[in-house]
C-alpha cells in the first residue's frame, strides 16, 4: 500500500505565461507557493479476486477489466506511461475541491505519478515528476493547462519558476528570512467562491488570445520580478505585494472575458471597500478560490463583509509531493 501527499498552490504572479504556447517563443515565469492543503493518493496491486483488473475511486467509482474503458483521463494515462501490468486499485480524497483554482488537477497526476513509481519500487527525483506530469496532461491527455502547477506540486515551497523552451524549467526558491515570510502570510486571506469551473476551458480562450496579449503577457512576467524585490527588500513596505497584486489582477481580466464575473466582480468589490489592498482569482479565473492581500488590522472586517464566502487559513508548505505510506504487500 501506497499514500502520495500532494499540496495544493496558489498562484501570485505570472500565471498566462506559464503556458506553452507562450513561453516556447518568449519565456515565461510565475512565483507561486505550496500551501498546507492537499490531495492524496492511495494506491496499490488489485488482489486477482475480483471480475475487474482496475478499480478507481474519486467523484466517482469505476471498476474495468480494460485499461481504456477507465473513464478518468490521467488514472488511464499514467497508467499506459508507467506501463504498470498489473491490476490496480486507486482511491483519491482531497482537503479542498476540484476545479477551484488551486491545481488539483495537476496535483492529482502529480500524486498518482509518484504512487505509481513507489508501487513499482523506484525513486525519482522531483524533476523528472513534473516533467512527466507536463507530459502527460499536455502531450497525451491534451489539455489546455500550463506547467506551472506540475512544477509546483512536485518541488513545494515558494519559489520563482521560470519557462523557457519546450520542457525547460529552472526553480528558484525565494529565500526569505521567517520574519518575512510571516509577514506575508499574515497579509493573505483565502476564500472559496462557491462557483467550480473547468480550467482547461478558460485558458483556451486566453491561448487564442495570446498573439493579441503579448504586451500584457510581457507585463505580468515583469512583474514577477517586482514582486521578488518587494520581498527581497526588508525595507519595502509588504503592502507594495498587494498593489502589485491588484494590478496583476486587473491584467488577468484583459486576457480573456471569462477569467471573471459578475458575481466575482462584486465580492473583489467588497472586498477593497472592507480594507483589502489588492487579490485575485486563483488559476486561471472564472471561480474557485479568491485570495485576498489584507492587512491584520483589516482581516475582520474584510471577513465580516464577505461572511457569505467560506474563509479558508492556511500557511505555506515547502516539501512537494511525499510519500508518506510505503507498507509492503505481497504478491499473488
Not at 505565461?17 to 517563443?25: C, G, I
Not at 526553480?171 to 526569505?176: D, E, G, N
Not at 464577505?306 to 479558508?312: K, T
Request: aromatic content about 10%.
Amino acid at each position: 500500500m501506497i499514500i502520495s501527499r500532494t499540496p495544493f498552490r496558489i498562484s501570485f504572479f505570472g500565471g498566462g505565461t506559464d503556458y506553452p504556447a507562450w513561453y516556447r517563443e518568449n519565456g515565461g515565469a510565475v512565483l507561486n507557493t505550496t500551501i498546507d492543503k492537499y490531495c492524496y493518493i492511495s494506491c496499490r496491486f488489485l488482489p486477482p479476486f475480483f471480475g475487474y483488473k482496475y478499480r478507481i475511486r474519486y467523484s466517482l467509482r469505476e471498476e474495468k477489466c480494460d485499461i481504456n474503458e477507465i473513464k478518468h483521463p490521467a488514472v488511464r494515462e499514467c497508467l499506459k506511461f508507467m506501463r504498470i501490468e498489473q491490476g490496480i486499485e486507486m482511491v483519491h480524497t482531497s482537503d479542498l475541491p476540484a476545479r477551484s483554482g488551486i491545481g488539483s488537477s495537476s496535483a492529482f497526476t502529480i500524486g498518482f505519478l509518484n504512487a505509481l513509481y513507489a508501487l513499482a519500487g523506484r525513486m525519482v527525483g522531483k524533476r523528472r515528476l513534473a516533467s512527466n506530469a507536463i507530459y502527460v496532461e499536455q502531450d497525451v491527455v491534451g489539455e489546455s493547462v500550463g506547467s506551472q502547477d506540475q512544477v509546483a506540486a512536485s518541488f513545494g515551497g515558494l519559489n520563482r519558476i521560470e519557462f523557457n523552451g519546450k520542457e525547460n524549467f529552472f526553480v528558484q526558491p525565494v529565500t526569505l528570512n521567517q520574519r518575512r515570510i510571516t509577514e506575508l502570510q499574515n497579509h493573505l486571506m483565502l476564500f472559496f467562491t462557491g462557483f467550480s469551473r473547468t480550467a482547461s476551458e478558460i485558458a483556451t480562450e486566453q491561448i487564442r488570445n495570446t498573439a493579441s496579449k503579448s504586451a500584457e503577457l510581457r507585463n505580468m512576467r515583469e512583474m514577477v520580478d517586482e514582486a521578488v524585490n518587494i520581498l527581497n527588500n526588508p525595507n519595502e513596505n509588504i503592502e507594495g505585494f498587494g498593489k502589485l497584486l491588484y494590478e496583476s489582477w486587473r491584467l488577468k481580466r484583459s486576457l480573456s472575458s471569462r477569467v471573471s464575473t459578475d458575481a466575482v466582480d462584486s465580492m473583489y468589490e467588497v472586498a477593497l471597500n472592507a480594507g483589502a489592498i489588492g487579490g485575485k482569482l486563483c488559476g486561471a479565473g472564472g471561480g474557485g478560490f479568491m485570495l485576498l492581500f489584507v492587512p491584520p488590522r483589516k482581516q475582520r472586517h474584510v471577513g465580516k463583509a464577505l461572511n457569505n464566502l467560506l474563509h479558508v487559513p492556511f500557511n505555506f508548505e515547502t516539501l512537494g509531493s511525499q510519500i508518506i505510506v510505503y507498507a509492503h504487500q505481497d504478491s499473488y
